[in-house]
């Protein structure tokens, strides 16, 4: 009797712990499922913002072609001075008109370097989301970009290298590694901080074993 009562103890505490395991953990599936909806929400948002600034700069760059336009045509068909003016008008006109196209292209080029940055925010994002879907995303590294391996963990297979956000290392860039002339494998950023990088090595490009001192480049 006495060995059922602690059978049947057993069973209740037992079952206490798997309950309790299962409320943890759609807890977490819960918070994860928030977490990807919201990377989703922000990435259309940035989306949207990136239509609607090149758009505005697309409307800009048309008004400044069409001022430039003015301008040549003018210089162009006009015989002197006189007919210059009488075609675009005093020469304090022809100023303001200077002046507005000058506006003009400033605007475009700040329309431009927002656009740079929404384009740089949209990566991030969809890097982000990935993480939560479990898809791969392309991100291009500058051409440029290349660093020295300082660290090798072989057991686990990843790298430390002495390149990272402030030189353009970017997570999900994927850089190959060589040793003078030859292609020692491929390595794909998994964190980046301010002056340097960890990755990881990818199996399939492995030629050989990667070690302190090889060279990363950006590859095709």
Sequence with gaps: MASTQNTLSD?????GKAEKAQELAETARDAAQGQAEDAKARLSKAVSDLVQQRDRANEHEDNA?????????ARKFSESWRL???ANGTQTEI???LAAFADVNTQRANFLSENTILLSQIEKLGVELSRYTGTSVKVSLPQNLHGTVTAVDT??????LDIGESQGAREHGELLVSRGEKLIGKLRI??????HSIANILPDWKQDEIQTGDIVIVGN
Excluded: S, Y
Aim: aromatic residues 10%; proline residues 0%; hydrophobic residues 40%.
């Design 190 to 195: 998994l964190d980046v901080k301010m002056d």
């Design 84 to 86: 210059f003016q009488q």
């Design 155 to 160: 057991q686990f297979d990843f790298v430390v």
């Design 65 to 73: 072609n069409k001022l430039q336009a003015e301008l040549v045509d």
């Design 11 to 15: 069973t209740k505490r037992d079952l």
């Design 95 to 97: 100023r303001q008109k």
